[in-house]
């Protein structure tokens, strides 16, 4: 199986009440997942704009940034978040992103289920 970048589901939502909306493309569906996980989406965060601040039970959420800059709030401790880096919240912690930069951040955020 093969999907074209063209062919992929893409939207926009304002995320977890965050500031403005974030844009999505879906890697993968959930009934292709086998019920393991249930979201693999390559995000956009435009500057000013955030994925508000939310907990996950039963679940780990990973995010990877592709590119740009991004603050990474770590259930409460914001870290500075750069290409290359990862965040992992599940557990019953919290998470949240946002772009305080002149950029557009683009990461990969996958939620795995327990």
Do not use: W
């Amino acid at each position: 199986m093969y999907k074209l970048s063209e062919n992929c589901t893409r939207g926009e939502k304002v995320a977890f009440g965050g500031k403005g909306t974030i844009q999505f493309k879906m890697l993968g569906v959930p009934e292709e997942m086998y019920k393991s996980a249930s979201l693999f989406n390559h995000v956009t965060i435009q500057p000013g704009c955030s994925i508000g601040y939310h907990i996950h039970e039963h679940e780990t959420e990973f995010y990877y940034i592709l590119k740009g800059e991004a603050v990474f709030n770590d259930n409460g401790t914001e870290v500075l978040f750069h290409a290359g880096d990862v965040g992992v919240t599940g557990n019953g912690a919290g998470h949240g992103i946002e772009n305080r930069s002149n950029e557009p951040v683009e990461m990969i955020a996958l939620i795995v289920l327990e």
